[in-house]
């Protein structure tokens, strides 16, 4: 997986964010016009009301100050359409990137390779789609509503308090280096700390996520007060390292506070002086403080919109680390898109290990040739590699060593997509999806028929229970299917990979909860199945001996590091010899 390089990642996280903007280019012109207006306005009204102070009181002209009164009216109005435009275009534009960056980036989980995903937990990329995102879509509203209003307001507010009394304008322009500076140096530090707060925002997640998900098993062993402190323990991590970075940003408050008010009460005290002598005036006392708080208060705005992006940054991080991430297993340019459909497996000196090359071995020298129509059942310990050696086969990994061929062909020349069609998987943990029965059967084939279905059903003797429920086909299954037994779940899950008509037929485990009276049915009606389908051929997996196979293999499979058991021969051998 490719990360983000640390010495540059704003720089190549915006990158790779960026073009998610282009569709809505325009609003991002438009929106930060209107508040160019909004400002423009906002910083016209010190300068009305300096006029009516110096003019129209100092010559009591009323009928002066009524119509600069109305004149602020209407500068008040049109600032307030100016923000209000361009409120709702950003909070538009936000949702609208908000949606696009969530698709593309599950469009790009969907498109990782298994070995990628090994290293991203489940709770981390839920973590990214969902609370990241939010913090780069509030980020993105921020800079088109404040981060724009407030750098423009804050340099109007001295360039008018320039115009207005030079003098005056040294305070703000010894200060504001200062301040700034102080302001930096948070952000600093802020970008490193918030980056901690999403890493622990990651574990609370991964935490209620297999809780959750396991709910069955931690009220079966009676382990609700451990995950009730697991959880505690998460969520002490993230409030401490949450409150760790609030308190280092919060230093920003007072020093700005501090700034403001000794740049006031110097104001004052010069320009009062200044009003003393005759070389200023009330009016131009008056606005000269209203431009300096403008600028202070935007200064501290700045502060903290500094904070938000520095959370927002570490996000962004995370998210372009997934964005720039390359699957560990893509289609070759000359990938063939069709197979013969003969069903014919070898492996040939076929080694690998997890992780690097320089990871430890898990399989090596694995040598084996199944025919059409044959079944072979692969034994061994628990952890010796069975089902890694069958995952070979659909190239949900590929191998570190020698070939795997399917109908004569590597599969690593044959499209993923050809391949695993031609390869139907029936998992050991079966997973069924929220839905009726009959979506669930079809999930991967959606134009198999309601007959094909029945007759898989039938096939893997699920056809009996399903029209035991109400329902039939069309009865709802729960998340997970949580109100089926584990058997019937196993059942199903066959037929579902059955309604694909795979030429080869992979079965990890997967009759494990189906009692001993009906265990044999599935493998009875497979065979039925490879008669109507000549090319058809099964390679089982089981951890109890099957009734018949009809081959052997050679090879070693070596315990996965960190596994207690010594090294394991697979030894699948023929029906006579069990």
Partial sequence: MTTIATQQPNRQSLRLLTP???????????????????????????????????????????????????????????????????????????????????????????????????????????????????????????????????????????????????????????????????????????????????????????????????????????????????????????????????????????????????????????????????????????????????????????????????????SAERLAEVLSSVPAIVDSPTALQELPGEGRIRLIDVGFAYGDESGAPVLSGINLEVEPGQTLAILGATGSGKSTLVHLIPRYYDTSAGSVLVDGVDVREVSQQTLRRTVGVVMQDPVLFTGTIRDNLRYGRPEASDAEIERAARMAQAHDFILSFPDGYDTLIGQRGVNLSGGQKQRLAIARALVTEPSILILDDSTSSVDGHRGAHPRGHRERYGRRHPHHCGAAHFQRAPRRQDHCAGGRAHRRPGHPRRTDDIQPRLSRDL
């Avoid at 305070?171 to 918030?194: E, S, W």
């Avoid at 451990?226 to 505690?232: K, L, S, T």
């Avoid at 700034?259 to 002598?277: D, E, P, Q, Y």
Wanted: charged letters at 15%.
């Fill in 20 to 314: 998610y903007l282009r569709p809505y280019k325009t609003m991002a012109i438009v929106a930060p016009l209107l508040m160019l207006l909004e400002v423009a306005m906002d910083l016209f009204q010190p300068r009305l009301m300096q006029n009516i102070v110096d003019v129209g009181l100092a010559q009591l002209d009323m009928a002066y100050v009524l119509r600069t009164s109305l004149v602020m009216v209407g500068v008040a109005t049109i600032g307030m359409l100016g923000g209000a435009g361009n409120g709702i275009l950003s909070t538009r534009l936000g949702q609208d990137y908000g949606y696009d960056l969530r698709e593309a980036l599950y469009r790009r989980i969907q498109s990782l390779s298994l070995a990628n995903l090994d290293r991203l937990g489940t709770g981390e990329l839920v973590t990214r789609l969902t609370n990241d995102v939010t913090q780069i879509q509030e980020i993105l509203v921020m800079v088109l509503r404040m981060l724009v209003r407030t750098p423009l307001l804050m340099v109007g507010a001295l360039a008018m308090l320039i115009l207005t009394s030079p003098r005056l304008s040294i305070i703000m322009l010894l200060l504001g280096p200062l301040v700034t500076v102080g302001l930096l140096q948070i952000h600093r530090r802020a970008h490193k700390l918030f980056t901690a707060v999403q890493q622990a925002i990651d574990g609370v997640n991964t935490v209620t996520q297999e809780n959750l998900a396991s709910v069955r098993v931690v009220k079966a062993f009676v382990r609700q007060r451990h995950e009730i402190n697991r959880f505690q323990r998460a969520i002490d991590t993230l409030m401490q390292r949450f409150i760790h970075a609030e308190r280092t940003v919060m230093l920003f408050g007072p020093m700005l506070m501090i700034a403001m008010n000794v740049g006031i009460v110097s104001v004052i005290w010069f320009g009062g002086r200044m009003v003393i002598n005759g070389s200023a005036h009330v009016g131009q006392l008056l606005a000269s403080i209203n431009y300096l708080m403008i600028t202070l208060s935007s200064l501290m705005m700045v502060g903290m919109m500094l904070t938000r992006l520095s959370r927002s940054m570490a």
